[in-house]
């Protein structure tokens, strides 16, 4: 079993920043070997996945947030970021982090069902 705890959300302005980790406890010994992934559920909308990251480091975005969105792992901390820039307010969603067991890229990575989900981290951006 991973335990999943989102932290980081918050209000922002458009056009603001905001830096969202995941911190992943329990059964980590094999961090590395999982696909990650930020999604977000907006009220009235399906959750989408926005971002994710392959046990190898590799990185696939939602062509929403190409260029505004980086995700990044640290496996010595067991941990998952999303650094958010030039934030819209379409943006503004519960923000969710996932893991699989895998050893794919993060071209594969996006197409999986996720085992492990985090309760979630609010960001809320205004015009």
């Known amino acids: 079993q991973v335990q999943l705890v989102e932290s980081g959300g918050g209000s922002v302005q458009a056009g603001g920043s905001l830096r969202l980790s995941c911190a992943a406890s329990?059964?980590?010994?094999?961090?590395?070997?999982?696909?990650m992934g930020w999604f977000r559920q907006a009220p009235g909308k399906q959750r989408e996945g926005v971002a994710f990251?392959?046990?190898?480091?590799?990185?696939d975005y939602v062509d929403s947030v190409k260029g505004r969105f980086t995700i990044s792992k640290d496996n010595d901390k067991n941990s998952l970021y999303l650094q958010m820039y030039n934030l819209k307010p379409e943006d503004t969603a519960m923000y969710y982090c996932?893991?699989?067991?895998?050893?794919?890229?993060?071209?594969?990575?996006?197409?999986?069902?996720?085992?492990?989900w985090g309760q979630g981290t609010q960001v809320t951006v205004s015009s």
């Open positions: 996932a893991a699989v067991t895998s050893r794919y890229g993060a071209s594969l990575c996006l197409r999986l069902t996720y085992r492990y």
């Open positions: 990251i392959g046990y190898d480091g590799s990185t």
């Open positions: 329990g059964d980590t010994y094999s961090y590395s070997d999982y696909c």
